[in-house]
């Protein structure tokens, strides 16, 4: 490639925060829920590079071919890549895009195509952006594209106010929050220099099972604990496990948990009968993950930000412990208290527009 910048760069990162910063002079933007992607593009040369700085080409030619239609001949763009289906953002169907057999891959193209959401400016023809301040770099970045065929520009807003109904609505088209970045501050690869604001929930849940620390004997330490929520037909479903738990505290719930391991007469250990267990077989597993069943008696409160999948839902990201609940019951826990956000049409976010769906 002749471009001024060549893969891979790495993108510039962002630090959480508890809340909308409205003290500081931020560019504010939606923070959605896909595979970060640069793309460098030199004539009918593209590269889809990952966060990691690995290739995505071969997972998405649809992407790729629609760049070529769209894009400037000579540009390199940061965004995201993400898949809408039934009026909001599906990190599952983008997920079932990372496949080794490439007739699945053009399958799945046809089916559940993706797009790019640009949100930042690199470079275009011999101009290196890096230094240039975000508002102008947002300013580049809207002359040189016109969003259409696959490729959309994401909304952005310097009203903090705005940026606060943004984070309320836009969640029910399955986005993630709210990104801001320093309106001054150029474009700094692999620098926490932008803030994220991402939705964070609690919920009361069953610990059912458990997973022994890998670096120590089984039975020493807990690894991770295993999460049940109770559906509508009052079965236990797999919702999602705990774990980042300090040394002693693993020693611990090892020592807690000992007498509660049981070896059947467990709700995760007869037929599925439609419900999810742990450690299933998956496209990311070929076989079934270890895992050690306890009687489902204790609950325990977490943080967690969003679900993910059909029902019954899980957990998108580990849940963060938080305490434990004595006064609650295990068939207390059901999904019925996950907080389920307003649907909100998600081609109505891609087009910057606000719109109830």
């Not at 898949?83 to 699945?104: C, G, M, N, T, Y």
Request: proline residues 8%; aromatic residues 8%; contains cysteine.
């Amino acid at each position: 490639m002749a471009l001024p910048l060549s893969p891979p760069v790495q993108p510039m990162l962002a630090t959480a925060v508890d809340a909308i910063p409205t003290d500081s002079d931020l560019v504010f933007e939606p923070k959605w829920d896909g595979y970060r992607c640069l793309v460098f593009r030199d004539g009918d040369d593209i590269t889809l590079q990952s966060r990691s700085g690995k290739p995505l080409d071969r997972y998405f030619p649809e992407v790729v071919a629609a760049l070529k239609r769209t894009l400037p001949d000579r540009i390199v763009v940061d965004g995201e890549l993400v898949v809408a289906k039934d009026d909001k953002l599906d990190f599952d169907a983008l997920s079932e895009r990372i496949h080794p057999a490439a007739s699945r891959i053009r399958l799945l193209a046809e089916s559940t195509p993706a797009s790019f959401v640009a949100f930042d400016l690199l470079a275009v023809d011999d101009d290196v952006l890096l230094d240039v301040p975000c508002v102008d770099r947002r300013a580049r970045l809207e002359k040189a594209i016109t969003p259409g065929d696959s490729l959309y520009l994401t909304p952005a807003t310097t009203d903090a106010d705005l940026a606060a109904q943004w984070f309320g609505l836009f969640e029910g088209a399955g986005l993630d929050g709210v990104i801001g970045k320093p309106a001054g501050s150029g474009y700094q690869p692999g620098k926490r220099v932008m803030v994220k604001v991402k939705h964070a929930r609690t919920a009361e849940c069953v610990v059912a099972g458990l997973r022994w620390h890998k670096n120590t004997e089984p039975g020493t330490a807990v690894g991770s604990l295993l999460l049940g929520l109770h559906d509508d037909r009052g079965v236990l479903n797999h919702v999602g496990v705990v774990g980042s738990f300090k040394a002693a505290e693993r020693r611990a719930l090892a020592a807690e948990f000992t007498s509660s391991i049981v070896a059947a007469d467990h709700p995760w250990l007869v037929e599925p009968d439609g419900r999810r267990l742990p450690g299933e077989i998956n496209r990311w597993r070929s076989a079934q993950a270890d895992w050690v069943p306890v009687r489902p008696e204790r609950v325990l409160e977490i943080a967690y930000s969003q679900t993910e999948g059909q029902e019954p839902v899980r957990l998108r990201h580990n849940g963060q412990f938080r305490r434990w609940r004595p006064d609650r019951t295990p068939e207390s826990c059901r999904y019925d208290q996950l907080d389920r956000p307003a649907r909100y049409d998600v081609d109505s976010v891609l087009r910057g527009e606000v719109r109830p769906a």
